[in-house]
């Protein structure tokens, strides 16, 4: 059914009515997560040719001289959230189009055999009500599958230091906390540790120039903000829909999740910010 609506979406007319009033003088901000090598190209070949893929640092430094006139018209960034193994299957994709993306890593997941707790909890936990629970209440209800943030797996998740480096070329990495707490469910002293902490490790041992910081699942409140800040992040990344101007908030900068989609319908729909902007619509 969904499947019908995007298509019908796409071939109807109102995406293109809708980029050009929404997002053609805006920054769109995309997010995956781990797509498989076929379902990038798909999503490349279509991006490269309806946008103009800009890097997150470009749009920042566009920031910093206080306009965005100079970027193209349908700017895109593509990003991805949590630094799944599976990305570095993507970079023979990204080299082909020659196109920039920021993958943030969790820094104490990244380079070890420790395993994602929302991916552990799949099946077994109900992980949308994880999400709403505090820190140590998530964390007790994942000891009883015997989850634990330390504990090292048989396999690996996310990708490895060696990896990193093959792709740091073409591919910038930030920060997307240590462990990947919900950081709202957290006391404000491990929000500071965590954010503190990944980029400390990031930078130390992976070499890595840290300014950004992906909130996982895309929660923040302003005790977030105010320490995403302080330790010295210049922007936060959201899963707030819509796009980015002269005037976005650095540290609520919006994002378009876009789904590990291999449908082009639904790409060409929730690239577009019409999805979420429906969505947003019958809400309210
Ligand atoms: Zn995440």
């Not at 090292?152 to 920060?175: C, H, K, N, V």
């Not at 922007?235 to 976005?248: A, E, Y």
């Not at 291999?262 to 979420?276: D, F, M, R, T």
Request: with cysteine; charged share 25%; glycine share 6%.
């Amino acid at each position: 059914m969904k499947n019908l609506i995007f298509q019908l979406l796409d071939r109807s007319g109102l995406v293109r009515l809708f980029r050009a009033l929404k997002q053609r003088r805006a920054v769109t901000i995309l997010l995956f997560h781990d797509p498989s090598p076929a379902a990038m190209e798909m999503a490349l070949a279509y991006l490269t040719e309806n946008y103009r893929i800009i890097s997150l640092a470009t749009y920042l430094e566009a920031r910093k001289t206080g306009t965005t006139e100079g970027l193209p018209d349908y700017a895109a960034v593509i990003t991805f959230d949590d630094g799944h193994k599976g990305n570095y299957a993507l970079l023979p994709v990204f080299k082909k189009y020659g196109v920039p993306a920021t993958v943030f890593l969790c820094s104490a997941i990244v380079d070890t055999q420790r395993h994602f707790w929302f991916l552990e909890a799949e099946g077994q936990l109900p992980v949308e009500e994880l999400k709403g629970l505090s820190n140590q209440e998530r964390l007790d209800r994942l000891s009883e599958i015997g989850f634990e943030e330390q504990k090292e797996y048989a396999t690996r998740q996310a990708l490895s230091a060696q990896e990193i480096g093959e792709m740091r070329p073409l591919i910038d990495f930030q920060s997307h906390t240590r462990f990947h707490p919900i950081l709202t469910n957290c006391r404000q002293a491990r929000v500071r540790t965590t954010l503190q902490g990944a980029k400390q490790k990031l930078e130390e041992q992976f070499g890595l120039s840290i300014y950004a910081l992906a909130y996982p699942n895309g929660d923040y409140d302003a005790t977030t903000i105010e320490e995403t800040r302080n330790a010295g992040y210049r922007c936060g990344l959201t899963v707030d829909h819509g796009f980015n101007d002269d005037t976005t908030d650095l540290y609520r900068l919006r994002r378009l999740d876009v789904n590990d989609t291999c449908n082009i319908h639904e790409l060409v729909v929730k690239s577009s910010g019409l999805w979420q902007h429906l969505k947003a619509l019958r809400r309210s």
